[in-house]
Structures are given as structure tokens and as C-alpha cells.
């Protein structure tokens, strides 16, 4: 059973940082593609950062490039994204996903697997 559990929402204020953790369980973590897709109220689901299973190829939604990094820890079956300079315009429920592939794909369509997201809200 594949399971991919976030952590490390939180309040924070605008220009603050925090650090998104997602642990995988269930699959063969280095042969999944890993993306990063956040929701805020009112609004769809929306791509914000993907790494490749090698962690050698990264891709960024416009809004956050800058200022969030994806990376992944394959021993650890771990990605992470730190986000810095952080807006009110962040706040949203943030997922982590899991894409048995070794491409890079924003499109949230193909991702096989989901977590249950975390919280982050940003104060201004």
C-alpha cells in the first residue's frame, strides 16, 4: 500500500520560511518522478514544483521560482520544499505526488499518487 504523508505546514508571516517534508512508503521511491501541487480555498489545485527520480531535473510553477526548492532524499524516500519569502498568496493546502516515471511533468493529471496535504498559511 503506497502512502505519502506531508509535514511541516504551519502559520508563518509573510516574508517567513518553512519547509514541506513528504515520506513515501509502499514503492520504490527512486523510480518516481515527485511533485509538489498546492489548493487554496475557492481555487483549483494548481502545479507548484516536480524533480525528476534522480533529483537531477527540476521544474517550478512562475509564482514560486525564486523563492521555493524541491529536492528529494532517495535514501530517506523523501522530497522536500523549502519555502522562503513566503506571501499571503501561498496559503494553501499543499500536496505532495508520486509519478512512476523518469521525466518531470507538471501536469497533475498523471501522477499516480497522493498525499492528504498539509496546511500552510501565510499571514500578512
Known amino acids: 500500500q503506497v502512502q505519502l504523508v506531508e509535514s511541516g505546514g504551519g502559520l508563518v508571516q509573510a516574508g517567513g520560511s518553512l519547509r514541506l517534508s513528504c515520506a513515501a512508503s509502499?514503492?520504490?521511491?527512486?523510480?518516481?518522478?515527485m511533485g509538489w501541487f498546492r489548493q487554496a480555498p475557492g481555487k483549483e489545485r494548481e502545479f507548484v514544483a516536480a524533480?525528476?527520480?534522480?533529483?537531477?531535473?527540476?521544474s517550478y510553477a512562475d509564482s514560486v521560482k525564486g523563492r521555493f526548492t524541491i529536492s528529494r532524499d532517495n535514501a530517506k524516500k523523501t522530497v522536500y520544499l523549502q519555502m522562503n519569502s513566503l506571501k499571503p498568496e501561498d496559503t494553501a493546502v499543499y500536496y505532495c505526488?508520486?509519478?512512476?516515471?523518469?521525466?518531470?511533468?507538471?501536469?497533475?493529471?498523471?501522477?499516480?499518487?497522493w498525499g492528504q496535504g498539509t496546511q500552510v498559511t501565510v499571514s500578512s
Open positions: 509502499g514503492l520504490t521511491f527512486s523510480r518516481y518522478g
Open positions: 524533480v525528476s527520480w534522480s533529483g537531477g531535473s527540476t
Open positions: 505526488a508520486a509519478r512512476k516515471d523518469i521525466v518531470v511533468t507538471t501536469n497533475q493529471d498523471r501522477y499516480d499518487y
